[in-house]
C-alpha cells in the first residue's frame, strides 16, 4: 500500500495544477489513501465502521477516495470552456 502512495502522490500533485476542481478530487483521493495507510500502520489492519445496511461496511477514508476518484472521473471528461469547438454559426 505504501509503494503505492508515493507515485499516486506524485499523478494527484500533477493534476492539482490544472485547477481548484483537480485539486479538491486530488486532495480526495490522496487523504483518503493516507488515512488507510496511518490505520493500517497504527492497527495493522484498516477498520470499517460505517454500515449502511446491505451496503458493504466502509469508513471515511473509503468514501474519500470514492468521492474523489468520481470527480477525477467527470472532469477527465469535461472538455475546458477555452477548448470547446467553436461551431461555424455560432454568433461569438
Not at 17 to 37: D, E, T, Y
Request: glycine share 12%.
Amino acid at each position: 500500500v505504501g509503494l503505492v502512495i508515493v507515485p499516486l502522490s506524485i499523478v494527484l500533485l500533477y493534476l492539482a495544477g490544472r485547477g481548484a476542481s483537480w485539486a479538491i478530487g486530488s486532495g480526495f483521493v490522496l487523504g483518503g489513501a493516507i488515512g488507510n495507510l496511518v490505520d493500517r500502520i497504527g492497527d495493522q489492519t484498516v477498520t470499517d465502521f460505517v454500515s449502511i445496511g446491505r451496503w458493504p461496511s466502509f469508513n471515511v477514508a473509503d468514501a474519500s477516495i470514492t468521492v474523489g476518484a468520481l470527480l477525477l472521473i467527470v472532469l477527465s471528461y469535461r472538455t475546458p470552456r477555452d477548448e470547446q469547438p467553436v461551431h461555424e454559426n455560432d454568433p461569438r
